[in-house]
């Protein structure tokens, strides 16, 4: 079992800034990488941003936040981050942490999700 554990989402101004943490933590040996992910009312869930966790692994962006939104992580503490810029108000969503354990057929954890809510 995985756990991931999320902290940073709040309410912004259009315009300011937020960055989400993603901390994992229990069976991660075979942790391949880790995204996140929202979903806004009415809406279905979309991918947000993905990074692998080797190194020299590519990330990924839906194309709504490229420029503006940045993954990063830590190794060391096994953490992901998104720092999210520029923040519209099309951007308010739940946001959840995932993880994918293992390299074929991996198993897919999510986190609790954090709200970020952006006001014009």
């Known amino acids: 079992q995985v756990q991931l554990v999320e902290s940073g989402g709040g309410s912004v101004q259009a315009g300011g ?16 990488a880790m995204g996140w992910y929202r979903q806004a009312p009415g809406k279905q869930r979309e991918l947000v941003a993905r990074i692998g966790i080797i190194i020299g692994s590519n990330t990924n962006y839906a194309d709504s936040v490229k ?54």
């Open 17 to 32: 800034s937020l960055r989400l943490s993603c901390a994992a933590s229990g069976s991660i040996l075979r942790l391949v």
């Open 67 to 120: 420029g503006r939104f940045t993954i990063s992580r830590d190794n060391a503490k096994n953490t992901v981050y998104l720092q999210m810029n520029s923040l519209k108000p099309e951007d308010t969503a739940v946001y959840s942490c995932n993880a994918e354990v293992g390299y074929r057929n991996p198993d897919i954890y999510w986190g609790q999700g954090t709200q970020v809510t952006v006001s014009s």
